[in-house]
């Protein structure tokens, strides 16, 4: 069979998403390892055997509703291309609003203490890192094989300014900070979202933290508060509907010039608070 007549067949199995084409093309560089543009020049090459079996068999794991990141094993985030696996949540453009907001607060030269909690594929970490290198970052992560993704993102980007440690939230982690950042569990267990898309095969511990979607952010502010410097700030990631409740929660353990901020489909997205100098 020819480039042609693979993606021809693969994108009637997609159908009817609209994005059936592009990602018969993207399966087919990975199977390939090739670029879009090697397919475009070469439509009648005739596929060896064997990549044509590996890329029936990605198409096959596309047609049950894996996600491209975990079929590809990477993900571009920031300006950063990492490594993912079903071990971390799948980093999304919109949380790229939270490191661009936790910039805004750290001065580009200064050596701030930076920490990012539940790090996952250590996305933020990184990216936050990678802009501010005068900077220490410390990232925790619950989960182990969670862990050794970030660790491995963080060597094969070169990042040398991170630590990460294995525990909840703050608990691992040694002295203050002036910027703590976190885009924890939010979404809760019966929300329907959970049944649906790229979320049936992420870790269940990434993207919930039980019955009301609340649990990780209250006990997130709560520590914070005693953790930050004089003037520290702490950033959240939250659902859409939930900005209301982020923000009382904020309020009620201390902080002060509290705001949300929207992402770029309008959403209510990242909720910050200061504590007072």
Same mark, same amino acid.
């Given at each position: 069979?020819?480039?042609?007549?693979?993606?021809?067949? +693969?994108?009637? =199995?997609? %159908?009817?998403?609209? @994005? $059936?084409?592009?990602? &018969? #093309?993207?399966? /087919?560089?990975? !199977?390939? *390892?090739?670029?879009?543009?090697?397919?475009?020049?070469?439509?009648?090459?005739?596929?060896?055997?064997?990549?044509?079996?590996?890329?029936?068999?990605?198409?096959?794991?596309?047609?049950?509703?894996?996600?491209?990141?975990?079929?590809?094993?990477?993900?571009?985030?920031?300006?950063?291309?990492?490594?993912?696996?079903?071990?971390?949540?799948?980093?999304?453009?919109?949380?790229?609003?939270?490191?661009?907001?936790?910039?805004?607060?750290?001065?580009?030269?200064?050596?701030?203490?930076?920490?990012?909690?539940?790090?996952?594929?250590?996305?933020?970490?990184?990216?936050? +890192?990678?802009? =501010?290198? %005068?900077?220490?970052? @410390? $990232?925790?992560?619950? &989960? #182990?094989?969670? /862990?050794?993704? !970030?660790? *491995?993102?963080?060597?094969?980007?070169?990042?040398?300014?991170?630590?990460?440690?294995?525990?909840?939230?703050?608990?691992?982690?040694?002295?203050?900070?002036?910027?703590?950042?976190?885009?924890?569990?939010?979404?809760?267990?019966?929300?329907?979202?959970?049944?649906?898309?790229?979320?049936?095969?992420?870790?269940?511990?990434?993207?919930?933290?039980?019955?009301?979607?609340?649990?990780?952010?209250?006990?997130?502010?709560?520590?914070?508060?005693?953790?930050?410097?004089?003037?520290?700030?702490?950033?959240?990631?939250?659902?859409?509907?939930?900005?209301?409740?982020?923000?009382?929660?904020?309020?009620? %353990?201390?902080?002060?010039?509290?705001?949300?901020?929207?992402?770029?489909?309008?959403?209510?997205?990242?909720?910050?608070?200061?504590?007072?100098?």
């Amino acid at each position: 069979m020819t480039i042609r007549s693979l993606l021809r067949c +693969a994108q009637d =199995r997609l %159908a009817p998403d609209p @994005l $059936a084409r592009l990602e &018969s #093309e993207i399966l /087919l560089c990975h !199977a390939l *390892e090739v670029s879009r543009s090697f397919l475009f020049a070469n439509p009648d090459l005739e596929v060896p055997i064997k990549r044509r079996n590996d890329f029936e068999a990605i198409v096959r794991r596309r047609c049950h509703g894996e996600p491209i990141a975990y079929l590809l094993g990477n993900r571009s985030f920031w300006s950063l291309e990492l490594k993912v696996n079903p071990a971390v949540l799948i980093p999304r453009p919109e949380t790229e609003l939270l490191v661009e907001l936790a910039l805004e607060k750290i001065p580009p030269d200064c050596a701030y203490r930076i920490a990012d909690l539940g790090t996952g594929s250590g996305a933020i970490a990184l990216a936050i +890192a990678k802009e =501010r290198p %005068a900077c220490e970052v @410390l $990232a925790t992560e619950l &989960s #182990e094989a969670a /862990l050794q993704v !970030a660790r *491995e993102n963080s060597q094969q980007l070169g990042v040398s300014n991170v630590c990460f440690y294995q525990g909840s939230w703050l608990e691992p982690l040694p002295g203050n900070f002036h910027v703590i950042v976190s885009n924890p569990p939010y979404v809760a267990m019966e929300d329907p979202h959970m049944l649906r898309g790229d979320c049936r095969f992420e870790p269940v511990m990434a993207l919930s933290p039980g019955s009301n979607g609340l649990e990780a952010i209250h006990q997130i502010c709560k520590a914070a508060s005693t953790r930050l410097l004089p003037g520290g700030c702490l950033l959240l990631e939250h659902g859409s509907g939930q900005a209301e409740a982020v923000r009382q929660e904020l309020g009620l %353990a201390g902080f002060q010039s509290i705001l949300t901020r929207t992402d770029l489909a309008g959403l209510d997205r990242v909720s910050m608070g200061q504590i007072g100098k």
